[in-house]
């Protein structure tokens, strides 16, 4: 699933596919992708010009040039892209827009996770959690010092800290040395500044990273293999920790898989 390196990925590679661009046509919009339900999205975003591409957590927000907002989430599996008008029409392409010159964005979610929501003029991240990218240790002290919740679950949840998934909040944790079961208003102010910088690090190595293992990705060209070798932590159940050679513990925690380290993660 993607998280923040992922999507801040597609941003980066996007932006100058469509900034600055006019939306001639909506060529196709698949209705119940839209939130709020009903809402004529294509008549909102005809003839408008996408004034900026940004990233806010997990959702690729574009700013239109009436003052109005959208957002798209990628969900599991979406994918949004810039394609040549002659690319054909994959299946499960819920949205196809003409930006002229033979351009066209598309988002396609074969397993429909994803959504696509108007913002109108508001910017709707009210309750959102601070970006971890310019995050200081004390907004997160903040938010974990409110929450009885295992850490692991507190870094989940996007109204604590925005664009976090399984991935990363368990490399994250393996990097500072935190168990995933600790109560997050047990962490005490070192901790937290430790957390705090081994998020940021282990955001940082990955979007260096994603770039090539995105296209790769959409490609189709197997790319796998490297992007698991990203990974300390997760997926690696059983295998040794990389820097005790421990073998890596899974469990079960919120419902999602979770990788630590008993070792270099105590209790
Ligand atoms: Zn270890």
């Known amino acids: 699933m993607p998280e923040l390196p992922e999507v801040q990925t597609v941003v980066t590679t996007l932006s100058s596919h469509v900034v600055g661009k006019k ?23 005809k ?65 429909r996770f994803g ?67 600790t109560l997050a208003s047990d962490l005490d102010e070192d901790a937290i500044r430790r957390l705090t910088k081994s998020i940021k690090s282990t955001l940082r190595r990955a979007i260096r990273h994603r770039g090539s293992t995105l296209r790769d990705y959409v490609d189709a060209n197997g790319a796998a293999g490297r992007f698991k070798r990203l990974h300390r932590v997760y997926g690696r159940k059983g295998e040794p920790c990389a820097k005790c050679k421990t073998p890596i513990e899974r469990i079960v925690l919120g419902g999602r898989s979770t990788c630590f380290c008993p070792r270099c993660q105590p209790l």
Do not use: C
């Not at 060529?27 to 709020?36: A, E, G, Q, S």
């Not at 040039?65 to 029409?89: C, Q, V, W, Y």
């Not at 971890?132 to 989940?156: D, G």
């Open 23 to 45: 939306i001639r046509k909506v060529l196709h919009v698949r209705r119940d992708m839209i939130t709020p339900d009903g809402f004529d999205f294509a008549a909102a975003i």
């Open 47 to 111: 003839g408008r010009t996408i004034e900026s591409l940004t990233r806010r957590g997990k959702r690729i927000v574009f700013a239109l040039d009436d003052a109005n907002r959208f957002f798209i989430h990628l969900g599991m599996s979406g994918k949004l892209t810039a394609e040549s008008a002659k690319a054909p029409i994959l299946p499960h392409t819920h949205l196809i827009v003409d930006l002229g010159q033979s351009r066209q964005l598309r988002f396609r979610d074969p397993r």
């Open 115 to 181: 959504e696509i929501r108007w913002l109108g003029p508001t910017v709707g991240d009210e309750k959102m959690g601070p970006e971890p990218l310019v995050m200081r240790a004390s907004q997160l002290a903040a938010k974990l010092k409110k929450t009885k919740r295992a850490i692991k679950n507190a870094l989940m949840d996007q109204n604590v800290i925005a664009g976090l998934g399984n991935i990363y909040v368990d490399e994250s944790l393996f990097a500072a040395g935190i168990n995933p079961l």
